[in-house]
């Protein structure tokens, strides 16, 4: 399910014959110049900071909640099922888009501040006991 404010790219760049100039293409989807200059505003962020806020952007928050990076088998949790991953494109659009602002020539940090948030997030959802 795509979220209103986020649309893929179409797969031949070129062939954008009604391009709407108001949308940034992040590497294989399109957000709003618009949300892209408010995540601009305000303090200084850090790169894992801008791309948690990026990622909340093009992920609603029913989609993050019980998802991964990647969708693969904890080495801490063997006993858990994996969790299901997040759309691989829009992820990786999150995290070159922010790896090419914020000139990063490794990826890794900003991948383990992304599976923390979604650790966090599927925390939050669980009732106490």
Do not use: W
């Not at 031949?12 to 892209?36: C, F, M, T």
Request: charged share 30%; hydrophobic share 35%.
């Amino acid at each position: 399910m795509e979220d209103a404010r986020v649309q893929r790219a179409p797969e031949n760049p070129g062939a954008q014959a009604e391009g709407n100039e108001d949308e940034e293409d992040l590497g294989g989807i399109k957000v709003s110049r618009a949300l892209l200059l408010l995540l601009d505003m305000g303090p200084t962020k850090s790169p894992t900071v801008y791309a948690r806020e990026l990622l909340r952007l093009v992920f609603s928050s029913e989609e993050l909640v019980g998802k991964s990076i990647t969708g693969k088998q904890s080495n801490a949790h063997k006993d858990k099922p994996a969790k299901p991953q997040l759309d691989p494109v829009r992820v990786n659009a999150v995290i070159s888009y922010t790896c090419k602002k914020f000139k990063l020539l490794k990826e890794g940090p900003v991948r383990t501040s992304l599976s923390s948030l979604l650790n966090k997030e599927a925390s939050k959802e669980k009732p106490c006991e």
